[in-house]
Structure formats: C-alpha cells, structure tokens
C-alpha cells in the first residue's frame, strides 16, 4: 500500500486543482491508477489508500498545489 501512495501522490495536486477538491476522491483515485497504468486498484485497498493520501494532503500536498 505504502508502495502505491508513494506512486500516487506526485500526480495528486494537479488533480485538486483542475477539480478543486480539497482532498482526492476515488474517482481522482482510479483515474490516476488508470492513466499511470498502476496495479492494486481494489477497493478494500483503494479506501486505505485514499486514507493515507488524504491525511498526506491536508498537511503538504494541498499547500503545494496551490
């Protein structure tokens, strides 16, 4: 999981400010995963993952991305 947020997280920014969402979604989730060609796309995992990007964004990600 740590692998696959790791992977995600460069890409989350950019998605929050074309969507202007103060934290990524599930569907901003699968795009990404989609888009990158990345595997572990399973929703028991999406939902930790989605966790962990969300704490990540309210302290760092979201501040860059503006």
């Known amino acids: 999981m740590d692998q696959l947020v790791q992977q ?3 890409h989350v920014p950019a998605l929050l400010e074309r969507d202007g969402n103060p934290a990524i979604t599930r ?4 795009e990404i995963l989609r888009r990158e060609g990345l595997k572990g ?3 028991d995992r999406l939902s930790l993952v989605l966790q962990e990007l969300r704490s990540i964004d309210t302290t760092t ?6």
């Open 8 to 10: 995600v997280l460069p």
């Open 41 to 43: 796309g399973r929703n």
């Open 61 to 66: 990600t979201r501040s860059n991305a503006r």
């Open 27 to 30: 569907v901003q989730l699968r």
